[in-house]
Every structure is written in C-alpha cells, then in structure tokens.
C-alpha cells in the first residue's frame, strides 16, 4: 500500500468520525474489525483479531465489547475454549461497514488517492490497514514526512489528517516532549504561527512507520467463476 493511500483513508475516515455521533462513534481499530469480519465472511476468534491486530486480549475484549453493545457484532463462547470469544458480524454490522465505507469514500476529494474507488474496495484496504497500529501522533509524523518541505502549520495538520485541533495539538506536545518534533515560531506569517517539522530522531520513527505500511497488502475481490 502506498503512504498516499493510506493517509487519504485516515483522513476521510477521521472527517467521517467527527459527524457521527458519540454513542456510536468507532476508532478506526473498530472499523477495521468490521471490514475484517465482512472481507472474511466468517467468524473469527478474539485470539485471532488480537493477533492481527498486534493487541492485547484485553484491548481487544474492550474493542470488540463496543461493537456487540452497539449490536455491530455477536459474540459467543468457544466450543473448545469458553474463554477464547468468537466473533461474527451481524446484520446491523453489515449496513454499518458498508454506511462507513460509503461515508469515507464520499469524503475522498477529487484528486486525492482512492478517489475514485468503491465503498466494498474501502473495506479491503482498511481490513489490511487494521493490522498497523497508528495512533495520532504517528499520522502527524508521517503528514510531515510526506509534506514537500518538510515542514506544516498547526492549521496545516489538521486540515491534511481532518482531526480536530485539539487532538493535533496534543499530539503535536507529546511528539516535542519525545524529541521528534521542532516546533518553530513562523513571524513571515503571524506571530502565532507555529511550524512543525521533524527531528533526525521523528524522521527515523516515521520512515519505519512507512515502511510497516508499504508492506501492507490489500486483497482483491475473489473472482466468481461462471
């Protein structure tokens, strides 16, 4: 997958995120385990979206928790095993990825990658996407990385990731305070303008970042045989 690709889905799914409401607003971890459930049609056990997801049981019994609250998903006991949960996706959970998937591919602009794809296309990259972990800081560093020169605007960064500036802001704090980001005073464009761009140590973290994304694969849709 290519880095374009991937932060055009973040972004849109970011935007699509923020409209929907609080109770039934999912992380993007949530949405990739519907898309999973859906590609695969069949259902997978907890230890199995642990696995693919690079989690742990607990976090993943929170995630998969919400999904069977908001009736995304059933939930049941092992055959075997009563403590490993199998999961399948409902029929609720069905309208719901494809709402999303059409959703983030609406929010796609002309011009932008993806832009032109299918909302079941949609599902197949975010079920490969789901298996790198990317929490809001990375994506600041991966949009600076990606910028042409090197450096972004706070207004900059969350116009590109479509998060809300108080989550950049924090983020932006946070990446500063582990010395992978400068931030510098830009007085050629307001004394309150603050730039932000990579330390030698944020470019070697977003250069394995991409590299962990370059290698993800994104299925076809299996051909149906006449």
């Known amino acids: 997958m290519e880095l374009r690709e991937y932060m055009s889905i973040r972004r849109s799914y970011n935007l699509v995120r923020r409209s929907v409401p609080a109770n039934r607003r999912l992380t993007f971890e949530e949405f990739a385990i519907l898309c999973r459930l859906n590609v695969r049609n069949l259902s997978i056990k907890t230890s199995e979206i642990a696995e693919y997801q690079g989690a742990l049981r607990p976090t ?3 995630r998969t928790s919400h999904l069977a609250k908001l009736g995304y998903i059933n939930r049941k006991e092992g055959s075997d095993d009563r403590r490993n949960v199998v999961c399948e996706l409902s029929e609720r959970g069905r309208t719901a990825v494809f709402d999303l998937a059409r959703l983030t591919c609406a929010r796609i ?3 932008q990658a993806l832009s032109r794809t299918s909302a079941e296309r949609i599902c197949m990259y975010v079920d490969a996407m789901g298996s790198v972990f990317c929490r809001a800081g990375d994506l600041v560093l991966l949009c600076l990385q990606d910028a042409p020169k090197g450096t972004l605007t706070v207004n900059e ?4 990731l479509g998060l809300l500036q108080p989550t950049v802001s924090m983020s932006i704090t946070s990446l500063a305070g582990e010395g992978l980001i400068q931030r510098l005073r830009n007085h050629a464009l307001s004394r309150r303008t603050t730039t932000v761009t990579l330390t030698e140590e944020g470019k070697k973290e977003a250069r394995a970042l991409r590299q ?15």
């Open 157 to 160: 960064l969350v116009e590109e």
């Open 109 to 111: 602009a002309p011009g």
């Open 60 to 62: 993943i019994t929170h």
């Open 212 to 226: 962990q994304i370059s290698r993800l694969v994104v299925k076809r849709k299996a051909r149906v045989s006449v």
